[in-house]
């Protein structure tokens, strides 16, 4: 058990001798590795908060697609129904009116009425 803990101990001992001087390269090396893992963590913290946006836009999106569809059907549908074609074979079918086409003019000549200056 002993033999254990000697090792151990050696293995974790901060008088170890066989440990590296600091040196540029390794502390540069250091530094890009932290750099790499703080890159990493901000761009999937970024994709984890926007990425429930998107999904809310997309369906926004789809939502709009929707409305803008039925709003086109509308206009269709008014247009058609507000042309004159239309209101003319309704009135005929309806209210049996039937164009005129007979051109009458009358002149009415009463001494009463005036043009307004």
Do not use: C, H, W
């Amino acid at each position: 058990m002993t033999k254990y803990r000697r090792t151990i101990r050696r293995a974790f001992s901060s008088t170890r001798r066989d440990k590296k001087p600091l040196t540029v390269e390794r502390v540069f090396m250091v530094l890009t590795v932290l750099a790499a893992i703080t890159f990493v963590m901000t761009q999937l913290i970024t994709n984890a908060i926007l990425s429930p946006l998107g999904q809310q836009l997309q369906s926004l999106n789809n939502e709009k697609d929707s409305l803008v569809e039925q709003n086109r059907a509308l206009e269709k549908q008014l247009a058609k129904n507000t042309s004159l074609t239309s209101i003319k074979i309704y009135s005929e079918k309806e209210f049996d009116l039937k164009p005129n086409n007979k051109k009458e003019t009358f002149f009415v000549s009463t001494p009463s009425i005036q043009a307004a200056r």
